[in-house]
C-alpha cells in the first residue's frame, strides 16, 4: 500500500432483485485482494429484525453458518471463508435486530441522556460503528462490507444511509460496488439495462453514487453496452464490469479480475505499488475441477433436500473433496420423510457413498434410521452430521442392543432408552435464540480410530451448534457391540465422534466439519470419506 496506511472500505451493494450473488463479487473482491497480499476481511449486514438467523426455518433463509466463537450467521459467511480461508466472527455478521437491540439496550441505561432516540443519527451510528470497528483495529488494508437485501427495500434503508455518510466521510477510502440485473427478453432477443438504470437512480436518490457496477447477466454483455450503462449510471466506463453464468462460482475471482475490477478498486481507492495477483492454487484447484474424470455419487439423507441452500456447506464439502480426488460429484437429494422399508434399497444401491445431515425434530427422523440400517447392513461408507450422528446413535442401539423403544429425547422426552440426551447445560434454558452449544471446541481423538488416521493428528479444533448429545451412561454397552467413541471433548469428555468397527468407513460427528472446508484446504473428514467411496465404487 502507498504512504496513506488507513483502512479502506468497500460496500458492495444490489439492485432489481434479490440472489444475484452479492455473496460471490464480495468474497471474489476479497479473495483478489488478498491475493496480492493485502490483509482483508469481509462482513454482511443483514436487513432483517431477527438477532440472527438461528431461530429461521431453512425454507426461509436457508443454510445457517457459525463461526468460530458461536454465532450463528448468515450462509454468506460460509462463502467468504471458502473463498478467502478467513475465520469469520461475530463481528462479520449484523442484523437490524442486533443493531436496534444495541440501540435499545444504550437508551435503558440512560447513555442518550435524556435525548429522543432516532433512526439517525443513533441507528446510523451505530451501523457506522459496526462498519468500523473492524476497520479501527489497525488490522486490515480493507473492511468489505456486503449490505442485504435489495436498493428499494425499507429495510435497507438505514443500512444505505450509514453508507452514504461513511462515504462522504472518509472521501477515496470508501467505494460503492452496486451489482443489478440484467435481464435478457427472449421474445425481442435483446439485453435490457432498463432495470440497471432504475436501481442506480434508486441508490442516488438515497445519496450514494456508485463507483462500480457489476452486471449479473445470463449471457454477455457487450461491451458498447456497457458503456451505455456507463453513461447513463455517471460511471467510468472501465468501472463496468459484467459477471455472467459460470459454471462454477469458483470462475468469477478470474472472470472479474481480467476485466480489471480489482485494479479499479485499487485504482479508486487510490492504493499504489500493490504486488500482482498470486492466483496460482486458485488456479490449480480449478484445472482440477475440469479435469475430472468420473463421478463419485453421494446420497444426501435430509428433510430439507428440495431447498437448494438447506446443505450448502456439505455440498460444497463433498465437490471439494472429490475436485481434490480428480472425480466430479454428483449428489442425489433423498427426502427422508419418503423413505421405507420397501423403497429404501432402490434409493440408496447405486449410491456410492451416503450422508446423513443434521436438523432437528422428529419430522423425517424414521427415514434417517431406514437409512443407516441399510447403509450399516450393506457396509456403504457413511458420514453422519449432528443430528446425522445421532441418529447413527439411536438405530444401533435399536437394533443392534436391542433396545427397541430407544430415542433421543427431542423426539420423544419419555423413551426409556434416552442414549441421546440434553446436555445438563441446556437443562434449565427456555429461550430459543443463540442458547445451544455453538462455535468451536476441542475434540481429542482416539488413537488408530478412522477418525484421527483421516486428520493425521490426534487434537482438533471443530464447529458444533446442537442441544443434545450422546448419553454418556450407555457408552460401555455401544463399545463392547464395536461403535467406538473415538472423539471427545477433552474438558467436559461429551463424545463428538463414533465409528463402526468391522466397516469401511461408518462414522458419525458431533460437530459440522462442513463450516471449516475451503477451497484451498478442503477438510480431512470429506477427504478420507471420498477416498473411501471411490474405492467403493
Given at each position: 500500500m502507498d504512504n496513506d496506511k488507513q483502512t479502506r472500505y468497500i460496500f458492495v451493494t444490489g439492485g432489481v432483485v434479490s440472489s444475484l450473488g452479492k455473496g460471490i463479487i464480495s468474497s471474489?473482491?476479497?479473495?483478489?485482494?488478498?491475493?496480492?497480499?493485502?490483509?482483508?476481511?469481509?462482513?454482511?449486514?443483514?436487513?432483517?429484525?431477527?438477532?440472527?438467523?438461528?431461530?429461521?426455518?431453512?425454507?426461509?433463509?436457508?443454510?445457517?453458518?457459525?463461526?468460530?466463537?458461536?454465532?450463528?450467521?448468515?450462509?454468506?459467511?460460509?462463502?467468504?471463508?471458502?473463498?478467502?480461508?478467513?475465520?469469520?466472527?461475530?463481528?462479520?455478521?449484523?442484523?437490524?435486530?442486533?443493531?436496534?437491540?444495541?440501540?435499545?439496550?444504550?437508551?435503558?441505561?440512560?447513555?442518550?441522556?435524556?435525548?429522543t432516540v432516532q433512526i439517525i443519527p443513533h441507528i446510523t451510528d451505530e451501523i457506522k460503528r459496526n462498519v468500523m470497528r473492524l476497520g479501527s483495529t489497525g488490522d486490515y488494508d480493507f473492511v468489505i462490507t456486503e449490505i442485504g437485501g435489495t436498493v428499494g427495500d425499507i429495510e435497507s434503508l438505514p443500512f444505505l444511509e450509514a453508507v452514504r455518510q461513511i462515504k462522504w466521510e472518509l472521501g477515496y477510502?470508501?467505494?460503492?460496488?452496486?451489482?443489478?440485473?440484467?435481464?435478457?427478453?427472449?421474445?425481442?432477443?435483446?439485453?435490457?439495462?432498463?432495470?440497471?438504470?432504475h436501481s442506480v437512480k434508486q441508490l442516488q436518490q438515497v445519496g450514494i453514487q456508485p463507483d462500480a457496477l457489476v452486471l449479473r447477466a445470463e449471457r454477455e454483455v457487450p461491451l458498447p453496452m456497457r458503456r451505455k450503462v456507463a453513461q447513463f449510471c455517471n460511471v467510468d466506463a472501465d468501472a463496468v464490469f459484467q459477471s455472467i453464468d459460470a459454471p462454477t462460482i469458483y470462475q468469477v475471482p478470474l472472470m472479474v479480475h481480467e476485466q480489471g475490477l480489482d485494479n479499479i478498486i485499487l485504482a479508486k481507492t487510490r492504493v499504489t505499488g500493490a504486488a500482482e495477483p498470486d492466483l496460482t492454487r486458485w488456479n490449480e484447484f480449478l484445472v482440477k475441477l475440469s479435469e475430472a474424470q468420473g463421478e463419485v455419487r453421494i446420497g444426501l439423507v435430509g428433510k430439507y433436500v428440495e431447498l437448494q441452500d438447506a446443505y450448502k456447506s456439505i455440498d460444497e464439502s463433498l465437490m471439494q473433496a472429490c475436485t481434490y480426488q480428480g472425480r466430479k460429484v454428483k449428489i442425489t437429494y433423498i427426502n427422508s420423510e419418503r423413505l421405507n422399508d420397501s423403497n429404501v434399497a432402490s434409493m440408496l444401491e447405486e449410491q456410492d457413498g451416503v450422508?446423513?445431515?443434521?436438523?432437528?425434530?422428529?419430522?423425517?427422523?424414521?427415514?434417517?434410521?431406514?437409512?443407516?440400517?441399510?447403509?450399516?447392513?450393506?457396509?456403504?461408507?457413511?458420514?453422519?452430521?449432528?443430528?446425522?450422528?445421532?441418529?447413527?446413535?439411536?438405530?444401533?442401539?435399536?437394533?443392534?442392543?436391542?433396545?427397541?423403544?430407544?430415542?433421543?429425547?427431542?423426539?420423544?422426552?419419555?423413551?426409556?432408552?434416552?442414549?441421546?440426551?440434553?446436555?445438563?447445560?441446556?437443562k434449565s434454558i427456555t429461550n430459543m435464540g443463540g442458547t445451544m452449544r455453538l462455535g468451536a471446541y476441542a475434540c481429542r481423538l482416539k488413537e488408530g480410530s478412522r477418525?484421527?488416521?483421516?486428520?493425521?493428528?490426534?487434537?482438533?479444533e471443530e464447529r458444533h451448534r446442537h442441544r443434545f448429545e450422546f448419553n454418556d451412561a450407555y457408552r460401555a454397552r455401544f463399545e463392547q457391540a464395536g461403535m467406538h467413541c473415538v472423539g471427545e471433548n477433552p474438558q467436559t469428555h461429551l463424545v463428538e465422534a463414533i465409528e463402526l468397527e468391522g466397516k469401511r468407513w461408518y462414522v458419525g460427528v458431533q460437530y459440522h466439519p462442513e463450516y471449516s472446508s475451503t477451497v484451498l484446504h478442503p477438510h480431512p473428514l470429506f477427504m478420507d470419506f471420498i477416498k473411501q467411496c471411490i474405492n467403493n465404487k
Open positions: 471474489s473482491i476479497a479473495m483478489l485482494l488478498l491475493s496480492r497480499g493485502f490483509k482483508v476481511t469481509i462482513q454482511k449486514f443483514d436487513p432483517y429484525i431477527n438477532i440472527d438467523p438461528g431461530t429461521l426455518n431453512p425454507y426461509e433463509h436457508g443454510e445457517c453458518y457459525v463461526t468460530v466463537d458461536g454465532h450463528e450467521a448468515d450462509l454468506d459467511l460460509g462463502h467468504y471463508e471458502r473463498f478467502t480461508d478467513i475465520k469469520t466472527t461475530r463481528a462479520n455478521n449484523v442484523t437490524t435486530g442486533r443493531i436496534y437491540q444495541s440501540v435499545i439496550d444504550k437508551e435503558r441505561r440512560g447513555d442518550y441522556l435524556g435525548k477510502r470508501c467505494m460503492c460496488v452496486h451489482l443489478t440485473y440484467v435481464p435478457y427478453i427472449r421474445a425481442a432477443a435483446e439485453l435490457k439495462t432498463k432495470p440497471t438504470q450422508v446423513v445431515a443434521p436438523g432437528f425434530g422428529p419430522r423425517g427422523i424414521e427415514g434417517k434410521f431406514i437409512a443407516l440400517r441399510y447403509c450399516r447392513e450393506h457396509d456403504v461408507p457413511t458420514l453422519g452430521i449432528c443430528l446425522g450422528m445421532q441418529c447413527m446413535v439411536i438405530e444401533f442401539a435399536r437394533n443392534v442392543l436391542g433396545m427397541a423403544d430407544a430415542n433421543s429425547v427431542e423426539m420423544d422426552p419419555k423413551t426409556p432408552h434416552n442414549v441421546i440426551d440434553l446436555m445438563e447445560e441446556q477418525v484421527a488416521q483421516a486428520y493425521g493428528r490426534l487434537e482438533v
